[in-house]
Each structure stands twice: as C-alpha cells, then as structure tokens.
C-alpha cells in the first residue's frame, strides 16, 4: 500500500513540528500555533511497504545432558539420540541403556506418528575414513531400525535406514583449528523422522 503524496508531507510536517517545539521548550520558549504545512506543488514521496520472508521456525529441545534432542519443522518431527547413549564405542550393537531410549522414541511415535515411513539416520563425527564412518553410521542407523521395527510391530509403519557419516553435522567438530569434544558426540547420533499427526 502506498500513501499518498499529502499524507506522507504531513507525517514529514509533525515530525518537523515535535522537534522545534521540542527544541523551543528546551531553549524556554513558548510553543506557537502551528499550522500543518502544505507540500509544494507537483511533490510527490513515494512510501513503499516493507515485504520480509517469513521462514519456519525449527523448534528444538534437547535434554540437559545433550544426549536427546527432538525438534519439528512444519509436521516432520525429528528425534535425534547420541550414539553414545546407545553403542559402546565404534560398536553397532545396541547397548542395554538403548533399550530404555529407543522404548520412549516408541512411546513418543505410537502417540504422534500418522504411521507410513520412518527414516532412520545414522550421522558420525569427524573421527576416522569416510568409508570407515558411512559403514558405521549405515550400521548404527539398521541397529535402531531393528530395534524400533520390534517395539512398533502393529503400527502400521515402515522403516529405510541410511548412513551418512560425518557429512551432516549437526555442529561444527573442530572450532577455530580445534576439536571439540562436545560438539563430536552431538554429531555422534541416530536420527528417528517422522510425520506428526
């Protein structure tokens, strides 16, 4: 929406106005009548409207330890769990403590979930070959599948797992020439997706 020519000299004409009359009763002196001022003929002062992209929010909430996280962008929601949480060290082999994560994951997608695909993505730091961390994040993302598949059977859902190594993380794993240890097991995770009612 544009304004017109006379409008936009009188938004002009009372901010001209408040300033002198505030510089007037700075200085002491009584304010005076004012008449609204009448632009020059043929001015004219285009007002364009300001037009800024809106994006999505992604929400996300992590746990105090950093080992779970679930953020939704749109209806997709996604559970990410440190795979420190849930294999011992360069292991695919879910521990007992995985168990119990991947049990309220179930929970969380039985109470959410539209059913249909579930993706499941294994993510590694930066630590080792490509090929060495896309076989384990692969792994890694088939032992919770599996583990899912088992807890979900009846739900109506299917499940693709992929691994993509360490070329997804999630922070950077060395800042300003340095690893950082914390933003490695962050990166150190398998991502549950699915679709929210």
């Known amino acids: 929406m544009s304004r017109s020519p006379e409008s936009a000299w009188r938004v002009l004409g009372a901010a001209v106005l408040a300033a002198v009359v505030a510089a007037g009763l700075v200085a002491g002196a009584a304010p005076a009548a004012w008449a609204e001022p009448d632009p020059p003929a043929g001015a004219t002062a ?6 800024l992209p809106v994006d999505d929010l992604l929400a996300e909430i992590e746990s105090l330890d950093g080992s779970e996280s679930e953020s939704k962008q749109g209806e997709t929601i996604t559970l990410a769990l440190t795979s420190d949480v849930l294999f011992a060290l360069d292991e695919a082999a879910l521990t007992a403590r995985a ?3 991947l049990g309220k994951a179930a929970d969380k997608i039985r ?3 539209t ?3 579930i993706k499941i993505m294994g993510h590694t730091d930066d630590q080792g070959t490509d090929a060495y961390n896309d076989r384990l994040s692969l792994r890694r993302a088939q032992a919770v599948q599996e583990g899912l598949r088992a ?3 009846g739900q109506g859902v299917s499940f693709r797992a992929d691994g993509f190594g360490e070329r997804r993380p999630k922070v950077p794993n060395v800042v300003d020439g340095e690893p ?3 933003n490695r097991a962050r990166n150190r995770r398998v991502e549950i997706v699915f679709t929210a009612k």
């Open 151 to 153: 807890l979900l059977a």
């Open 46 to 51: 285009p007002v364009d409207d300001l037009i």
């Open 111 to 113: 109470q959410e979930s």
């Open 99 to 101: 168990t119990a994560r």
């Open 180 to 182: 950082v240890e914390e």
């Open 115 to 117: 059913g249909g695909l």
